[in-house]
Every structure is written in C-alpha cells, then in structure tokens.
C-alpha cells in the first residue's frame, strides 16, 4: 500500500498513475488553495482606480519597518518599483488628458445602433452595453479611457467595411470612430493602462507578501499562532477549495483515515 501526501495541488495525476499500474494506494493527507491567491487584486483598466490602488501602496510600505538587511533590501527594491510605476502613471495620466475634447454624441449614437441591433451577437451587445454605461464615471482623465475603450472594441470588431454594418446604416460613422482613435494613439495608450494595472496588482503581491512576512516573524516560533494567521488570511475562501470538494463527491474512494477531508491553506509564506 502506498500512502500519498501533498500539500501542493496535483494529486489526483499521481493518484491515476498509480490507478493504472495496478498499485494500491490511499491518500493521507492533501491540500490546495484552489487558486486563492490572497496576496494579489484584480484590477482593470481604470485609471481612477489604478491611482487610489497606488496611494494605498505608497502607505503600506512607508508603514512596513525591518531591522534585517534582507528585507531592508526587498522593501527599497519594492520603493523603487513603486515610485516607476508613480512616474510611469504621471505620465500616461497627462497623455490621455491631452486627447482634445470632443462631442462624443456620435460615439453614443453608434453604439446605441450596435446596441439595438438584430445581426450584432448578445455578447458583443453586452460589451459595448457595459463600456457605453461607463462613459462618463469618473475623473474627466478615466472618461476619456472609456471612450477608447469603446473605440478600441469598435476597432477590433469592424476593421474594414462590414456588411453588418452596411444594413445597420453606420458604416461612414464607424469609419469617422476609428479614424479618431487612430488619431489619438488609442491602442497604445490602452496597452500602457494595461502595463499600469498589471504592474499595480503585481506590487499588491509582493508588498502583501513583505506585510505577511513581517508579521509571522512578530511570532517567533510560536507555530500554531503562525498557522492560525494563515488560516485567517484565508477565511471565508474555503469553498474554493479543490481538494475538499473532490473529497466529498468522492468519499468511499478516499477514505482519510475514517476522518473528514482535512483542510489545510498554509502556502510557502509560512
């Protein structure tokens, strides 16, 4: 009998390697974080938000103090990439707020048209529905990204003439659309708020991470307050567990030692 353990996710391509070569085994233990990652954040391309989400980093780390040299060094690497990102976001701030201002009834008309309708497929009608709402939220700055969001969607869609568009009636209108976006460098710009929010997200990681790590090491080695802490991080997640969603549709198979499926969220930071 082999008896398996993993605290990583995978287990079941080891389990049915084992099922083919005809050798018994039982899982004692096993774990995964069922892709819960509570280190990063999910953040879109929002100009506004990219700038709150930025202001919030710039406070944690001033608020994060090491006495070792090791994490002295992440922090000051962290700063660094921080204050790139800052000037990085200056500057794509003042290039979308030097697109000229312009009467965007044309833009809404069309995408009302597009809306409407019937040879344009549901889920392109609910795209262009979600960026026309968003049209005016926010800063005059984030509005004029939404208008090349839309513009941008427009582009990827209707490149050239499209008979689609020829029986809705727009076809001139989109070709004015488009003209304009390529006029105010839109794809590009688009990409550099892209860069903007990846960038923002991955400092979310790394900083979250130097904030766990500064306060495990405020435990000592006292290990069961440390494990405690992990298992808070991840309170209220625990549905998206894999592992124990596989354990209780496949019960009889796995049979933990007669006890429930264990869960257990601990990752490397511990």
């Not at 079941?12 to 018994?24: K, P, S, T, V």
């Not at 000051?76 to 030097?98: P, Y």
């Not at 892209?194 to 766990?212: A, C, F, G, P």
């Not at 405020?218 to 298992?231: C, F, I, L, P, T």
């Amino acid at each position: 009998m082999i008896r398996l353990a993993t605290v990583f996710s995978g287990i079941g391509a080891i389990e049915h390697a084992l099922e083919r070569m005809g050798l018994n085994s039982e899982i004692v233990f096993a774990c995964d974080n069922g892709e819960v990652n509570i280190l990063t954040k999910d953040i879109g391309t929002d100009m506004d938000a990219i700038k709150e989400d930025l202001t919030e980093l710039e406070k944690q780390i001033s608020e994060i103090k090491f006495k070792d040299d090791v994490n002295d060094l992440y922090k000051k690497q962290l700063e660094n990439m921080l204050d790139t990102t800052l000037e990085e976001f200056d500057k794509v701030w003042d290039s979308i707020g030097s697109i000229p201002d312009r009467d965007n009834s044309l833009l809404t008309e069309t995408a009302n048209k597009l809306i409407q309708a019937d040879s344009i497929i549901q889920n392109r009608k609910k795209e262009y529905k979600k960026l026309l709402d968003g049209l005016n939220r926010g800063t005059k700055v984030n509005c004029k990204l939404e208008e090349l969001l839309l513009l941008l969607a427009f582009s990827n869609d209707f490149r050239d003439k499209n008979e689609k568009l020829a029986e809705i009636g727009i076809n001139d209108a989109v070709s004015e659309l488009l003209k304009r976006f390529e006029e105010d460098n839109g794809r590009h710009l688009i990409r550099r708020v892209i860069d903007l929010s990846q960038r923002t997200s991955m400092l979310y990681e790394k900083i979250n991470y130097l904030s766990v790590q500064k306060t495990l090491e405020g435990m000592g080695q006292d290990w069961e307050a440390r494990k405690n802490y992990v298992d808070s991080l991840y309170k209220g997640l625990e549905q998206r567990n894999k592992v124990e969603s596989r354990c209780q549709a496949k019960e009889n198979f796995y049979k933990l030692t007669n006890r429930p499926c264990q869960k257990f969220f601990s990752q490397a930071v511990t």
